[in-house]
């Protein structure tokens, strides 16, 4: 469900995405949260989500503080110059 999110919104911003992975945080002892690593070409970033956030979104409730985390995210991805072929 998150993929689909961060897809949509990076379309929406004009952001071609070659790869999203999801960490359950519980591998690193965070019970509450997810680590999102997005991956556009030879960038990526990684953002931080609420396992509350992630289970609103599956409701379709997309709260306020997810979408400010995952357009923070996109922009950092944004910003990044091409790579040199």
């Not at 919104?9 to 002892?29: F, H, N, P, Q, R």
């Not at 070409?41 to 609103?56: G, I, N, P």
């Not at 979408?67 to 995210?73: C, D, P």
């Amino acid at each position: 469900m998150i993929q689909k999110y961060i897809s949509d919104l990076a379309a929406k911003m004009g952001i071609e995405l070659t790869k999203i992975d999801l960490v359950d945080g519980k591998s690193v002892g965070c019970l509450d949260v997810y680590l999102v690593k997005i991956s556009a070409h030879s960038h990526e970033t990684a953002v931080l989500v609420y396992k509350a956030d992630l289970d609103s979104l599956a409701l379709g409730i997309i709260s306020s503080r997810l979408e400010t985390r995952v357009r923070t995210a996109l922009s950092r991805l944004q910003g990044e110059p091409e790579p040199r072929p």
